[in-house]
């Protein structure tokens, strides 16, 4: 049971915040209170290994449409082409909104771009994208939960700083700071002299005492959107555009309400497209447009917040650069990731593009990463969340002086 | 607290007369479940993986007959998805419900444990449209009859389900070489108008089968192993298709010839002569005697029945019964329930939801009527049954069913559960007979002052006793 971890959790951030306290002292409070507490952020994890060759088809590159032959989105311009980035890359047709930020000067585009993780699990591949570490296993808690209780503290404003939109909270948030999970599916009607009696039930229960108050706390958040939860559909299918849908619009709901979370992580699973992946058409470009349509939701739901929200949407890893017998891709490894959002300073691919030339590939197979991810990490925590270099090197990215922090991401 | 133990931590959870079933001999209890198959508990009307299979199979014609009769007036596509939906609902139904039923009945209640177990440790997501109808035909064909039988043959009975073929796209892999790829190369000159499509191997069910099914993850296995094992089962299919994929019974396992790469193939050092099917059934002999496959299994077990950090004693005990019996399941299970580290008495697993749910039908001793029940049930507590989403299973540690969210959905659960309650048993024998020992003197003042028997109830089933086991 998680009890230990608990009781250490006082303390630690006792020590976190008195230096974080001492820190502030130093800075105007004009500036404190523009800057600290004001920055949203937003994971988002597409479980299963999105085929970045797909999502950001690099049509340009002479031996892209050969490769990936039936799957590939074509250039620009014709019926079902990419949508244009630059003349290399665009975007697959179905991320309308994703391409509108760009236009828009509020999207980033990452490619040939992974974790440090080399081999081809998706759990392990997934396991290193949340723990931060080169190896899956090592640390049982995330590196999002370790920045957040190095985060400097935000004024006047008390509880949980960190949310998943999940029933559970993922490996990414999970640790020693504190934080909530909700689900867009609805609790209603939960009996509050029921509740008042299981809090003193679990009052010699630590564990069970502590989740049973965060749980409440986040349903006072959400007091006012009922109309947001979705009731469960009876059918064992539920559509699945709309998923993504109701996880960003409850997101946006928690992060705007009084003293909600400054940070959500959103999960998204079907990416592993091992047969008929499709093209411009098809079961990826489903996918895709439900995840852009799920954005959008994040941004329309956010609304006067969005202009200082940043974005992250990552996978574990990409996809082979060829087809494989079946009309899909397999486990590969270099792939795409995007930063979206008003804080975002966008329109750039960046891409220190190895090109997909026989020679090129990774084992012969997989898009060369040229790109650590943990660079765009530690580099959206600095510039956006403020969290000082010297702790993201040290405690939440630990082994990652290999992955310099990618500058100017963020709006000034 | 022995008796408590092998009800509420090998079992399901204590139905009113369990505990004083086991109170004698709790060992011997458990280890007389887990002889032979474990069939479902209820007499199910259930349909066979091939006649679900064969009903998917003529809901594609309907599809293609529909597309081709509105393909002027540019359909979607979703009445066709919806045809192959429905000819798989009344399936999914039936086995959700029957699983259900069987957690709540069974009188071999740790056999049905480790039924759950191996079908979560071989996992098929029925989130997947052609799994849908299959998941639970898996569990039911290949799981039940060898889960105290020997490894390999469960093994082997899993990776030629047909469920497991179509989850990891196995059906469609094709050997380069194969008879079907190089008459295709030839008869593409004949006709070039025809586009041209590329044959080759599918590798998810090669490398899940190494990663998540034998060895783990840490194996000792390369991505060249991975491959070749891809080309070694290639042919593995099911039966029932058209054109290059015709012949089999539908819905059975088939072996495809045409689409076998031919030739012996190295395997982690080995060379494997061509034997056909028979190739790839040598390889997963191999497979599972090996000292990785023990001690990954062991160390799954131990993590299910004793703890989430596996403690290492019990994982080597577990893993050289493994070895020495030649994967006898039985003598794993004796291993397991002979380890003190399973029988100390604090409950350190938090209840999955599934758990959660059969022991709540246990204490209450009730049975599901409907599928709809239960559906809207595991929908609620965030574990939609068969449909883990990964091939990997619903993970089975504490941290991963601990969220905030997921205490109040299960709140709310129970508090439901609690205002449907009938019976005129008294809360604290209720508890008594539920909970045995481990029911702490607060949660009985707590029954005691409830404002109503369905509070009490409730308050009952959310006691952080009740929540672990």
């Not at chain 1, 080399?118 to 920045?147: C, M, Y």
């Not at chain 2, 509420?8 to 109170?23: C, E, M, Q, S």
């Not at chain 2, 349909?47 to 509105?70: I, N, W």
Request: glycine share 10%.
């Amino acid at each position: 049971m998680p009890g230990p971890a608990q009781m250490n959790n006082t303390r630690r951030r006792f020590l976190l915040g008195a230096g974080a306290l001492a820190a502030t002292a130093a800075i105007p409070n004009a500036l404190f209170a523009k800057t600290y507490g004001s920055a949203r952020l937003v994971v988002v994890i597409l479980r299963g290994a999105l085929d970045g060759l797909a999502a950001v088809p690099p049509y340009g590159d002479p031996d892209y449409a050969s490769l990936h032959r039936e799957l590939a989105i074509a250039a620009p311009g014709g019926a079902d082409g990419a949508l244009a980035l630059n003349g290399t890359f665009g975007l697959h047709p179905a991320l309308s909104f994703l391409h509108e930020r760009f236009a828009a000067g509020e999207l980033v585009v990452f490619h040939a771009v992974a974790s440090p993780y080399r081999d081809r699990s998706h759990f392990d591949g997934q396991n290193v994208l949340e723990n931060g570490l080169t190896k899956p296993i090592g640390t049982a808690d995330g590196w999002l939960n370790r920045a957040l209780t190095a985060l400097p503290r935000r004024s006047g404003r008390a509880g949980d700083r960190a949310v998943a939109i999940s029933q559970n909270v993922p490996l990414i948030l999970r640790g020693e700071a504190s934080v909530i999970s909700k689900s867009p599916l609805a609790t209603p009607d939960v009996d509050e002299d029921l509740l008042a009696r299981l809090a003193d039930l679990y009052s010699k229960d630590e564990w069970f005492s502590a989740r049973l108050s965060e749980a409440v706390q986040t349903e006072k958040m959400v007091d006012g959107a009922a109309d947001l939860s979705v009731m469960p559909k009876a059918s064992a299918q539920a559509g699945y555009p709309d998923r993504v849908g109701a996880v960003a619009r409850m997101a946006s709901e928690l992060m705007r309400s009084d003293g909600g979370p400054e940070i959500a992580v959103i999960e998204a699973s079907g990416w592993d497209t091992h047969a008929n992946q499709g093209g411009a058409r098809g079961l990826l470009a489903t996918r895709l447009a439900g995840l852009d349509k799920g954005l959008k939701s994040l941004a329309d739901g956010l609304g006067p917040l969005w202009p200082q929200t940043a974005v992250l949407v990552v996978t574990e890893f990409g996809r082979t650069a060829a087809v494989n017998g079946t009309r899909g891709t397999d486990h590969g490894t270099g792939g795409c990731a995007f930063l979206v959002g008003g804080a975002v300073r966008g329109g750039q691919v960046i891409a220190d593009w190895p090109g997909l030339h026989r020679t090129a590939l990774l084992d012969n197979r997989d898009l060369k990463p040229t790109l650590d991810l943990r660079g765009v990490f530690k580099a959206v925590l600095d510039e956006h969340m403020h969290v000082d270099a010297n702790t993201l090197a040290k405690l939440v990215f630990p082994d990652s002086s290999g992955a310099r922090p990618q500058p100017g991401l963020i709006r000034a | 607290m022995q008796a408590e133990i092998a009800v509420l931590r090998f079992g399901l959870g204590a139905k009113p007369g369990d505990l004083a079933a086991a109170a004698d001999e709790p060992r011997a209890w458990l280890m007389a479940q887990v002889r032979g198959p474990a069939p479902l508990a209820v007499n199910a009307p259930l349909a066979p993986s091939d006649q679900v299979y064969a009903g998917l199979l003529a809901a594609r014609d309907e599809r293609r007959k529909m597309k081709q009769e509105t393909a002027a007036e540019g359909a979607d596509g979703k009445a066709a998805f919806n045809a192959i939906r429905e000819a798989y609902q009344p399936h999914y139904r039936a086995q959700v419900l029957a699983r259900a039923q069987s957690a709540a009945l069974t009188v071999r209640p740790f056999a049905e444990r480790l039924v759950h177990f191996w079908s979560n440790h071989f996992a098929v997501s029925a989130d997947k449209g052609v799994v849908f109808g299959l998941a639970g035909t898996l569990e039911n064909e290949a799981i039940r009859p060898h889960v105290a039988g020997r490894f390999v043959d469960l093994l082997t009975a899993v990776e030629q389900h047909p469920a497991m073929i179509a989850f990891l796209d196995n059906q469609y892999s094709v050997g380069k070489d194969s008879t079907a790829a190089r008459f295709a190369s030839r008869s593409r000159t004949a006709d070039s108008r025809q586009p041209k499509r590329q044959f080759g191997i599918n590798e998810n069910l090669a490398r899940e089968i190494l990663e998540l099914h034998t060895l783990g993850v840490n194996g000792g296995y390369s991505q060249a192993d991975v491959t070749s094992f891809a080309q070694i089962i290639t042919g593995w299919s099911i039966g029932g298709g058209k054109g290059r994929l015709a012949g089999g019974v539908p819905g059975r396992f088939y072996f495809r010839d045409n689409l076998h790469e031919p030739g012996p193939k190295v395997f982690l050092g080995k060379t494997y002569a061509e034997q056909g099917q028979r190739q790839g059934e040598a390889v997963l002999a191999d497979l599972a005697r090996r000292p990785e496959t023990a001690n990954f299994i062991a160390t799954k077990l131990v993590r299910h029945f004793v703890a989430d950090d596996p403690p290492p004693a019990a994982v080597d005990r577990l893993s050289r019964a493994f070895l020495s019996s030649g994967g006898d399941l039985a003598q794993v299970y004796a291993a397991l329930v002979g380890s003190p580290e399973a029988w100390e008495a604090d409950a350190r697993k938090f209840k999955t939801p599934e758990d959660f749910v059969f022991s709540t039908l246990r204490a209450l001793n009730v049975s599901p009527a409907q599928p709809e029940e239960v559906i809207r049930t595991f929908d609620l507590l965030g574990q939609r049954q068969y449909t883990p989403g990964s091939p990997a299973g619903w993970p089975d540690t504490s941290k991963s069913w601990d969220g905030s969210d997921a205490l109040m959905h299960r709140v709310l659960w129970a508090s439901r559960v609690g205002a449907k309650y009938e019976s005129g048993a008294e809360p604290e024998d209720l508890a008594a007979a539920s909970l045995g020992g481990y029911a702490r003197p607060e949660t009985l003042t707590a029954l005691r002052r409830a404002s109503s028997s369905g509070q009490a109830v409730a308050l009952l089933l959310m006691s952080p006793e009740f929540q672990r086991r």
